[in-house]
């Protein structure tokens, strides 16, 4: 089967730094897909990875190992704006994306 | 660019009614729109995709009869619910892909529905 694992939900205070990881098992691997959602919008997109690495885009970035299966996705300078979920997707063999159930991040003051 | 829209963004209906959501690619076309339903506190679950002028493919659990996808043109795909139930109320989001080497995909800004 196809899986997709992230935490349920973080917590970290403003102005610090998270990463978010995830870890997956898919049949084949065309790319990783991060995407924020605030609660009761529509998700927009942050990042995508085909290559190992780091990419970096701001105050996010984005990491892949495609040997360990694993991303993760790094916040700096944490603003209260950033409280949202972050969902972790893979596009498979079939370049269908297949979704984590997301990330929950709170920012305290 | 790459603007997806929705209409309308939230919408109350009685149950046994029929309610359709339009979903427009508006600055270009779009070969593959995706329909997501997603219930409180809940991820993301594909409903179904759907091809410019083929049938759309369902998910497994969805049901085709319910959930009537119609993907006209490339730049509208259109979700009706039929007969719905107070259980299918959720948040309905589209998406849409460019197609080609793309694969990144594009949200509209979702529908609320209500069944009362």
């Known amino acids: 089967g196809q899986n997709i694992d992230q935490p349920t939900e973080m917590t970290a205070t403003e102005g610090a730094i998270v990463q978010i990881n995830c870890t997956y098992q898919t049949s084949g691997f065309n790319g990783l897909f991060w995407y924020q959602q605030h609660a009761g919008e529509a998700p927009t997109f942050l990042s995508y990875?085909?290559l190992d690495g780091l990419e970096e885009k701001g105050r996010f970035s984005s990491f892949l190992s495609r040997s360990k299966g694993y991303s993760y996705l790094l916040l700096k300078e944490l603003q209260m704006k950033d409280s949202a979920s972050y969902l972790c997707?893979?596009?498979?063999?079939?370049?269908?994306?297949?979704w984590g159930a997301g990330t929950k991040l709170i920012i305290k003051p | 660019g790459a603007v997806v829209s929705q209409h309308p963004s939230w919408v109350i209906c009685k149950s046994g009614t029929s309610v359709k959501i339009e979903c427009r690619s508006l600055d270009f076309q779009a070969t593959t729109m995706f329909w997501y339903r997603q219930f409180p506190k809940q991820s993301l679950m594909l409903m179904a995709t759907s091809n410019e002028g083929s049938k759309a493919t369902y998910e497994q659990g969805v049901e085709k009869d319910k959930f009537l996808i119609n993907h006209a043109s490339l730049t509208l795909s259109t979700l009706t619910v039929t007969s719905a139930h107070p259980e299918d109320s959720s948040f309905y989001i589209c998406?849409?892909?460019?197609?080609?080497?793309?694969?990144?995909?594009?949200f509209g800004p979702g529908t609320r529905l209500t069944v009362t």
């Open positions: 997707a893979v596009l498979d063999s079939n370049y269908q994306l297949i």
């Open positions: 990875n085909v």
């Open positions: 998406s849409a892909r460019f197609g080609g080497d793309n694969y990144e995909q594009y």
